[in-house]
T-cell receptor
Framework: EPEVTQTPSHQVTQMGQEVILRCVPISNHLYFYWYRQILGQKVEFLVS????????KSEIFDDQFSVERPDGSNFTLKIRSTKLEDSAMYFC??????????????FGEGSRLTVL | GDSVTQMEGPVTLSEEAFLTINCTYT??????LFWYVQYPGEGLQLLLK?????DKGSNKGFEATYRKETTSFHLEKGSVQVSDSAVYFCALISGYSTLTFGKGTMLLVSP
């Protein structure tokens, strides 16, 4: 069964360092998402991406964040200068072209980021 | 804005017990409602969904009914198994927005 894969599964970094989280969405999917979950809190939407551009982003997704689909298969989330409060589990998701209200999002296992 | 509230966990049950995980929501318009599940070491998976009032979503013995009058979408299962141990997330989509999740409820089932 096709699945969304994410790397790394866990990354530890120093505050101020740049981090890139990688995702390989399901191959025929068109919409891509990043969510995050700070320990003990809700899963929060960060950004959605369609047709090689950001279609929606939350207030959390400020200038230190960026997304890219560099080669048609990978979908990356870059955090330019990490802060302690960026420590969280980051989930990538993708979906096909069905309607957003009924279409299923397929999630990866998550990448745990720990900022020291 | 949209929000989802789930009961606090962990919920600890013995095998074959009845399960209810409460979920209530606040949304503009008429949202679609979802339950996602995350098994240990895996990603979030869609468990069931309901797209309009009074719809019942069901899958793997789990059920949830979209109750507009009480703005609820409680998850139920008649007889849980050890393999059901996971974190369960209630979520909604309102209009053309993205998924809004609750905090998640951990379920622990012992033999």
């Amino acid at each position: 069964e096709p699945e969304v894969t994410q790397t790394p599964s866990h990354q530890v970094t120093q505050m101020g360092q740049e981090v890139i989280l990688r995702c390989v969405p399901i191959s025929n999917h068109l919409y891509f998402y990043w969510y995050r979950q700070i320990l003990g809190q809700k899963v929060e939407f960060l950004v959605s991406f369609y047709n090689n551009e950001i279609s929606e982003k939350s207030e959390i997704f400020d200038d230190q964040f960026s997304v890219e689909r560099p080669d048609g298969s990978n979908f990356t989330l870059k955090i330019r200068s990490t802060k302690l409060e960026d420590s969280a589990m980051y989930f990538c998701a993708s979906r096909g072209g069905t309607g957003v209200r009924t279409g299923e999002l397929f999630f990866g296992e998550g990448s745990r980021l720990t900022v020291l | 804005g949209d929000s989802v509230t789930q009961m606090e966990g962990p919920v600890t049950l013995s095998e074959e017990a009845f399960l209810t995980i409460n979920c209530t929501y606040t949304a503009t318009g008429y949202p679609s409602l979802f339950w996602y599940v995350q098994y240990p070491g895996e990603g979030l998976q869609l468990l069931l969904k309901a797209t309009k009032a009074d719809d019942k979503g069901s899958n793997k013995g789990f059920e949830a009914t979209y109750r507009k009058e009480t703005t609820s979408f409680h998850l139920e299962k008649g007889s849980v198994q050890v393999s059901d141990s996971a974190v369960y997330f209630c979520a909604l989509i309102s209009g053309y927005s993205t998924l809004t999740f609750g905090k998640g409820t951990m379920l622990l089932v012992s033999p």
